[in-house]
């Protein structure tokens, strides 16, 4: 089972991964890694469904560092469910919040990092950074 010393070993990426229906989303060799040994495409897949949503174009237009980078984390709660949050900063209100009724992610808590290069958006390991 994955565990997040295992993603310790993440310090950047010389291959990266397209996602396959948003082709504007790429993301790195640890998110692959965690994707795969967490059984966790399906959050690559949620992070992906908000990027150029209403929701995001929207809290961009209000703050405008949300063009270039945002922060997502993953925690699970004590029901088997979990909460996905996007904010422009840790200590600013979520700007998407996504409830999960059931998920059997293994880890408490989850960061990936998103940022834009005018061209894609680039999901990475905070110690990708």
Known sequence: MIQ??????????????????????????GVQYLAKNAGAYWLIDAIASHLGSE??????????RIDYLHFWTLCRDDNGGATLVAKADSPEAP???QDIEFTDFPLDKIDIWVGFDGQH????LPSEH
């Open 4 to 29: 997040a010393a295992d993603l310790q070993q993440f310090t950047g990426s010389e291959s990266f991964f397209r996602h396959p229906l948003n082709r504007k989303v790429i993301y790195t060799e």
């Open 95 to 97: 700007f998407i919040r």
């Open 55 to 64: 929701a995001h174009r929207n809290a961009a237009a209000s703050d405008p």
């Open 121 to 124: 958006w680039t999901l990475y």
